[in-house]
């Protein structure tokens, strides 16, 4: 059987093996690997990375805006060491869109794989004493509630009724009737304000990047602003600050793309004086 696939990595022809591991272990990514050391260790998370929004052919990200795809966290880190600037020169955005690929055009694959992974997960887990979370848009915006396993006709969510999945989105509708064991934090970016009043008015806590150089307010639009990058864990942010729903979580512009952003996506100090104006 020949295991590997033929994949477009923004535009360049690639290839990638389909026995490479679909999630990622949040011990390999910086903010999560804080994550597993948090509350003794009660928490063991992993991520499945896809390619945002075109890179691989396949919208992932239909609610991306021009702010968040200039500044999107998929060129951060190794993902941003790019030979000549091309994607395909990086074998983890090969991954990524290999995955995304893959996703789409064998489905039952797909789904077959990643079920053993996860299974694999709880597993660990449960020899570890934590409690399985899974984030299953690393770097998309997909939603999941509507993509069904094709064996069991069911969704991950259901499928893991034991395990808590977390997310960030863009997309409004995804914050109705949210199951038990799925968590969303809604962000923010420079040209969804009708949606964000949105989400906050429905209770949910908004994800906002703001200018390192300025540091975190302690409000935004008159709601509190968290610390959000001591931990990953979106679910405990209430718990952690002390303050009920909905709070603003605050980030700090992260990487070379995020600290050049000019397109509004991240709060300046002169966006903080135009709002107080």
């Known amino acids: 059987m020949n ?5 477009t990595v923004n535009g360049d022809k690639a290839k990638w093996d389909i026995t490479k591991p679909l999630l990622t272990e949040g011990a390999s990514n910086h903010k999560i690997a804080k994550s597993e050391k948090f509350k003794g260790g009660k928490y063991s998370t992993m ?3 896809l390619a945002p929004s075109n890179v691989s052919g ?3 990200c239909p609610h991306a805006s021009e702010g968040c795809k200039a500044i999107c966290l998929n060129q951060s880190g190794l993902g941003g060491c790019n ?3 091309k994607l395909v020169n990086n074998t983890i955005h090969i991954a990524r869109v290999g995955r995304t690929t893959l996703l789409h055009t064998n489905k039952r694959f797909f789904f077959k ?3 053993l ?3 694999k997960f709880i597993m660990m887990c449960e020899f570890k004493g934590s409690l399985p979370c899974l984030r299953l848009n690393g770097t998309s915006d997909l939603n999941w509630s509507k993509i069904k396993d094709p064996e069991s006709k069911k969704n991950l969510i259901e499928l893991y009724p034991d395990v808590q999945f977390y997310d960030y989105t863009k ?8 199951p038990k ?22 209770g949910v806590n908004i994800a906002v990047v703001f200018d390192k150089k300025m540091g975190l307010p302690d409000t935004y639009m008159g709601y509190p602003v968290f610390d959000a990058d001591q931990t990953d864990l979106r679910f405990l942010d209430n718990e952690l600050s002390g303050h009920k729903k909905p709070i603003v979580i605050g980030l700090l512009e992260k990487g070379y793309l995020a600290k050049h952003d000019k397109t509004g996506f991240v709060i300046r100090e002169s966006d903080l004086m135009k709002a107080v104006a």
């Open 3 to 7: 295991t590997v696939i033929d994949i």
């Open 181 to 202: 064991n799925y968590y969303f934090s809604f962000s923010r970016s420079e040209n969804n304000h009708l949606d964000v009043a949105k989400a906050l008015s429905m």
């Open 58 to 60: 396949y919208n992932t």
């Open 171 to 178: 997309d409004i509708n995804q914050l109705k009737n949210v």
């Open 47 to 49: 991520i499945l990375h």
């Open 83 to 85: 030979i000549y600037r």
């Open 113 to 115: 794989k990643l079920k």
């Open 117 to 119: 992974e996860i299974d």
